[in-house]
């Protein structure tokens, strides 16, 4: 932003030069950032699945059609087992760059989605992501005065790695992300900073889990802004082995070799795009690049535990606002959205039956990378305003 204010200076009279020089050294500014290793410990109950010892790690084929079938429709239950999370949560906290008073003690808390971890809110690089701030939720929230938690999300990052089937689930993963609020509200998540009120933003998987946070801990959270998400699993089922999931330990055994089978990425670039990104000149060839070069994994148990978290949450009242592209190839089968009352997006607010508010914004051409897109500064704009005219 502030390489345009000076280049539009150098046609304008000496005072107003003065005066952008100074505008840019404030819009230039940065959040002051800490990284954290916050310790945590959750019980919950995860789903048993029946996985196959012989199941074929080596054939993309056979892992999409093990996960589509254990994603199978809402009505499946497998068996429930106790389990725990004891370990760290890797985070950057960022305090903002303007103070707004009656902000200072609201946090907006960033859960990524699969394969991805908390850079993808910074526009995939820290502290800037590609072309500056222009892909950075972080940044946005910063200049607006809200302090913000991005974490990597329990198996991603740089926090611990439990197991990708048997406990990296929506359950488990949704206890650890209430064990986290618990400790936003003591002031002991980050060291000094007590935070009241918890703005959850999610992305695609991420907001499943604030859908499961808000269903099984109704009081944890204030606001939730849920972007690449929809009413129904059957597209994300249908639509995911063009990806080619493949583990990520063969995929590349430099950066991943010490994990797990059930640890997956996906291999296919034409898939990923086909999958995850919109329509042709929705976006930068290079955040494009940047994404499928730099994938982090998803866990096996994710995946097949996706319906678990999509679904009504009876008793939480927070409004909600969804932010999912038109052309959202997970959530809404063929990447066709439409965008009224009958889209996936609109639907989804049937999940939060008692919410305050609840609407919902669809920025067009966009895929599923909702703050990668050209549409990002539209979409950050859009759910910052729901959030002022909703007390926050
Ligand atoms: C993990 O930690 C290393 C070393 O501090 C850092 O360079 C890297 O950016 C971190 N990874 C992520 C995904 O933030
Ligand atoms: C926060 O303070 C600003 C003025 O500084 C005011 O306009 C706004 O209504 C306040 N918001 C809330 C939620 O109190």
């Known amino acids: 932003m502030a390489y345009h204010l000076t280049s539009l200076s150098n046609i ?34 995860n789903e048993v699945f029946p996985i196959p010892t012989d199941l074929d790690y080596t054939s993309p084929a056979a ?31 960022c305090d903002p760059e303007v103070v707004v008073a ?28 590609i072309d500056g701030d222009m892909y950075s939720t972080v940044d ?30 929506v359950n488990l993963e949704e206890a650890v992300s209430h064990e986290l609020v618990m400790a936003l509200k003591a002031g002991t998540a980050v060291p ?29 959270i204030a606001a939730f802004v849920l972007t690449g998400y929809g009413v129904s699993t059957i597209p994300v089922a249908a639509d995911l082995p063009q990806t080619l999931p493949l583990p990520a330990q063969t995929y590349d055994p430099g950066r991943f070799g010490s994990l797990q089978l059930g640890y997956l990425v996906t291999s296919s670039k034409p898939g990923r795009r086909g999958y995850l990104w919109g329509r042709p000149g929705s976006y930068d060839e290079a955040v494009f690049e940047k994404d499928f070069d730099d994938e982090d994994v998803v866990g096996l148990g994710e995946l097949a535990s996706i319906a678990g978290g999509l679904k009504e949450a009876p008793d939480s009242t927070a409004p909600v606002f ?26 989804a607010c049937s999940l939060f039956p008692k919410s305050e508010k609840c609407d919902y914004f669809i920025p067009q051409g966009t895929g599923h990378m909702v703050s990668l897109h050209y549409s990002a500064q539209e979409s950050f704009a859009r759910y910052h305003a729901f959030l002022a005219e909703n007390g926050f």
């Open 12 to 45: 304008l009279s000496p005072l107003s030069l003065l005066l952008t020089a100074s505008f840019s050294l404030f819009t230039s500014a940065n959040p002051t950032c800490t990284y954290l290793e916050i310790p945590i410990h959750a019980t919950a109950s």
């Open 63 to 93: 892992i999409s059609a093990l996960i589509q079938t254990l994603i199978g429709d809402a009505v499946t239950t497998f068996p429930l087992k106790p389990t725990s999370f004891d370990g760290i949560v890797a985070a950057r906290y």
């Open 102 to 129: 009656n902000r200072s003690d609201v946090i907006q808390l960033y859960m990524s989605g699969v394969t991805e971890n908390n850079l993808y809110w910074f526009g995939l690089g820290y502290p800037n992501g």
């Open 140 to 169: 946005f929230a910063s200049k607006q005065g809200y302090p913000t938690l991005a974490i990597d999300r329990i198996g991603v990052g740089n926090s611990t790695h439990p197991d990708p089937i048997t406990e990296q689930q």
């Open 192 to 220: 000094g900073k007590v935070f009241n009120r918890v703005i959850f933003v999610g992305h695609s998987y991420g907001s499943v889990l604030g859908n499961a946070q808000a269903t099984n801990h109704p009081d944890d």
């Open 322 to 347: 969804i932010v999912t592209g038109d052309a959202d190839d997970v959530f809404c089968l063929l990447a066709t959205c439409g965008d009224g009352a009958s889209s996936p997006q609109a639907q």
